[in-house]
């Protein structure tokens, strides 16, 4: 089986302080930690900043400045987040695209968020397709439901996304698809041939969706962006202790973990 590639989602843009003192927020806590996640096994860190108040931001200054801080200290795929926080504009959420990022998050539709919803209008989603294309940055679809794989379809279809798919079924969120193994299967059977996918399951669903996906060939990501606790009333202490948990997971399966290198080449970043 393909060496299990393991994306830390550090930050998020709903989990504060508050929440958990062991949230990065700053630029230089992130890189701190990422530097973490990195060594314990991550291959690529799914990215939100924040600004000095802590309150989730798209601005590029502080991507910019984050960016440069983690890959000071790591080699690590790079992946910015286009979806921001509930309620932004398009025009702010796409931002850190204009950076070259090597990838960047595509939700290709919307959906409840909680008492929320978290918009995504087929025009946005063809711009920021656009966005992504303009830019040489890779897409992974971000799936909240399953009717969102045929709408990256559609956008495949049209020419706006070209290469490699990737997708990550986020699963679990109150609105969304529910993070059961039924589910899972069912979203796994849409996909395109060829295509590469990764599970994020959010709050108490992180462990048990990760711990499916290894044996069933796909990818994991976990992080306290979905879920800050290691176990029932126990708060995770950092990104890497979720990661290194994974990690744990797939040597006794059997599943290698992938290198930055080695997830470049699993999802067609390099030549
Ligand atoms: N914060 C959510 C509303 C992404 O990063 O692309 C959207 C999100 C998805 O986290
Ligand atoms: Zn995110």
Redesign the pocket.
């Known amino acids: 089986m393909e060496k299990v590639i393991i994306t830390a989602?550090v930050v998020?843009?709903?989990i504060t302080k508050e929440d958990t003192p062991y949230l990065p927020t700053t630029p230089d806590e992130i890189a701190i930690d990422v530097e973490k996640a990195a060594k314990a096994g991550a291959a690529i860190v799914?990215l939100?900043v924040r600004d000095k108040e802590g309150r989730?931001t798209q601005d590029k200054k502080i991507f910019e400045e984050t960016i440069k801080k983690i890959r000071e200290r790591v080699d690590i795929i790079i992946q910015v987040?286009?979806?921001?926080?509930?309620g932004m504009t398009p025009e702010e959420r796409i931002q850190p695209v204009t950076l070259n990022p090597e990838m960047a998050?595509?939700?290709t539709g919307t959906v409840n968020?909680g008492d929320e919803v978290?918009l995504n209008k087929p025009e946005d989603i063809r711009s920021f397709a656009k966005e992504l294309k303009k830019y040489g940055v890779r897409a992974e679809f971000?799936i909240f439901d399953v009717g969102m794989i045929f709408n990256a379809m559609r956008l495949v279809n049209e020419g706006l996304v070209e290469g490699h798919l990737h997708f990550d079924f986020?699963m679990g969120v109150p609105g969304g698809i529910p993070a059961t193994a039924k589910h899972l299967l069912h979203l796994i059977d849409h996909l395109p041939k060829g295509a590469t996918w990764s599970v994020a399951g959010i709050g108490r669903h992180q462990l048990p969706m990760a711990m499916l996906a290894l044996p069933l060939g796909g990818h994991v990501r976990v992080g306290l962006?979905d879920n800050i606790y290691y176990k029932k009333g126990v708060l995770a202490k950092s990104n890497s202790e979720l990661v290194a948990r994974v990690v744990r997971l797939a040597e006794e399966l059997g599943r290698e973990v992938a290198t930055p290198k080695e997830a470049r080449k699993i999802l067609g970043l390099t030549s």
């Open positions: 989602a998020g843009a709903e799914h939100h989730p987040s286009t979806g921001g926080a509930v998050t595509l939700t968020f978290f971000e986020v962006e």
